[in-house]
C-alpha cells in the first residue's frame, strides 16, 4: 500500500526566511515555488540520493492541527550523525533529542528547527544496504 516517501511538509509563518534557512542547511536551491499575492506560499527542494521532496508551506494553508509536537516525525538519512546534528544545532535549530543509539547501525537525532517544525535525522544501515544494493543492479 504505501510505496515510499513522496513529498514531506513543514509550515512557516515566514517563508521566505524558512526558504533562506533550508537552502543554507540543504545547499541547493528550492525547484518549484507557488506564489500568492507577491509572496511564496509553496515552495519544494529535491533532496537526497532519491530526490525526494521537502515542501515548505505558508502556515495558514496548514490542515488543522498539523505542525504540532506530537504530530509524525520523519527521519531524513545522514552519513555522519553527530556532525549534521551539530550543524543544525549551529544554523540555529534548538536540541529536541541528541543524538541515540537503538541498535547496531541505527541511530537517530532531532531539532526544532526556527519555524518550529521537528527535523528529524538518522544514520541507518538498512537505507545504505538498500542503496548499495541498487547501486549494483
Given at each position: 500500500m504505501?510505496?515510499?516517501?513522496?513529498?514531506?511538509?513543514?509550515?512557516?509563518?515566514?517563508?521566505?526566511?524558512?526558504?533562506?534557512?533550508?537552502?543554507e542547511l540543504l545547499g541547493v536551491?528550492?525547484?518549484?515555488?507557488?506564489?500568492?499575492?507577491?509572496?511564496?506560499?509553496?515552495i519544494e527542494f529535491r533532496i537526497?540520493?532519491?530526490?525526494h521532496e521537502l515542501?515548505?508551506?505558508?502556515?495558514?494553508?496548514?490542515?488543522?492541527?498539523?505542525?504540532?509536537t506530537g504530530g509524525t516525525l520523519t527521519y531524513w538519512a545522514v552519513d555522519d550523525i553527530e556532525s549534521a546534528y551539530q550543524r543544525?544545532?549551529?544554523?540555529?535549530g534548538t536540541a529536541q533529542q541528541g543524538p541515540t543509539e537503538h541498535g547496531p547501525g541505527f541511530v537517530t537525532a532531532s531539532v526544532i528547527d526556527p519555524f518550529g517544525n521537528i527535523l528529524g535525522i538518522m544514520f541507518n544501515q538498512h537505507y545504505l544496504n538498500v542503496l548499495a544494493g541498487q547501486a549494483g543492479e
Open positions: 504505501l510505496r515510499g516517501l513522496t513529498t514531506h511538509n513543514f509550515f512557516a509563518e515566514d517563508v521566505t526566511a524558512a526558504v533562506a534557512w533550508y537552502t536551491q528550492p525547484y518549484f515555488e507557488r506564489r500568492l499575492d507577491g509572496k511564496p506560499a509553496y537526497g540520493d532519491y530526490q515542501g515548505i508551506l505558508d502556515r495558514r494553508f496548514a490542515p488543522p492541527g498539523a505542525g504540532a543544525l544545532l549551529d544554523l540555529g
